[in-house]
Antibody
Framework: QVQLQESGPGLVKPSQTLSLTCTVSDGSISSTSYYWSWIRQPGGKGLEWIGRVYTTGSTDYNPALKSRVTIAVDTSKNQFSLRLSTVTAADTAVYYC???????????????WGQGTMVTVSS | DIVMTQSPLSLPVTPGEPASISCRSSQSLLHSNGNNYLSWYLQKPGQSPQLLIYLGSTRASGVPDRFSGGGSGTDFTLKISRVEAEDVGIYYCMQALQTLRTFGQGTKLEIK
């Protein structure tokens, strides 16, 4: 069973860049069958899709965050990453990485999620 | 963007009783291939969301058959035939028709 694990700093200062990594275990990020996404959840609130990356490096982003977001894949490490620049307190959230099919399996739903990592933006 | 609207936002249920959650989308989620790209997730307390239902009505692997999904186009429903204590948490619907994935606000199910 594929597992996803987020990692990165839990505290980021305002105006700086948030950087997170998602490590894929027991599966290959190089599979052409999946997209790899980042999703976040501010405290006590709902879920917001940030964007996704394909094994080729192709990306799609939420237009609301597009100017500040970079998602990249590192197939040599079986990881993908998130960078969110110029952060503010509004970016404080639990950040999840998740997998979804690119081939229509599971209706392109997110079938596997990481456990999530809390990131607080504060000076 | 496709806006997803759930109701109710809070759902107190007695164990053994049925429960129903509605999800409406601002645009039809029915693809030309005949599939509705609507999925349901349950986020149990302190956990990440887990997939319950995809394509509107197909249960994910390992999901008990007391969970069922229905609907088409813009109106969808998640039903639990007999609520158990382990079903507490927040239920989200999500559309996967458009690249920009969007979720409902969530429905918090609690046990009376």
């Amino acid at each position: 069973q594929v597992q996803l694990q987020e990692s990165g700093p839990g505290l980021v200062k305002p105006s700086q860049t948030l950087s997170l990594t998602c490590t894929v275990s027991d599966g290959s990020i190089s599979s052409t069958s999946y997209y790899w996404s980042w999703i976040r959840q501010p405290g006590g609130k709902g879920l917001e899709w940030i964007g996704r990356v394909y094994t080729t490096g192709s990306t799609d982003y939420n237009p609301a965050l597009k100017s500040r977001v970079t998602i990249a894949v590192d197939t040599s490490k079986n990881q993908f990453s998130l960078r969110l620049s110029t952060v503010t307190a509004a970016d404080t959230a639990v950040y999840y990485c998740a997998r979804a099919s690119s081939s229509g399996w599971y209706g392109n739903a997110f079938d596997i999620w990481g456990q999530g990592t809390m990131v607080t933006v504060s000076s | 963007d496709i806006v997803m609207t759930q109701s109710p936002l809070s759902l107190p249920v007695t164990p053994g009783e049925p429960a129903s959650i509605s999800c409406r989308s601002s645009q039809s989620l029915l693809h030309s291939n005949g599939n509705n790209y609507l999925s349901w997730y349950l986020q149990k307390p302190g956990q990440s969301p887990q997939l319950l239902i995809y394509l509107g009505s197909t249960r994910a692997s390992g999901v008990p058959d007391r969970f069922s999904g229905g609907g088409s186009g813009t109106d969808f429903t998640l039903k639990i035939s007999r609520v158990e204590a382990e079903d507490v948490g927040i239920y989200y619907c999500m559309q996967a028709l458009q690249t920009l994935r969007t979720f409902g606000q969530g429905t918090k199910l609690e046990i009376k």
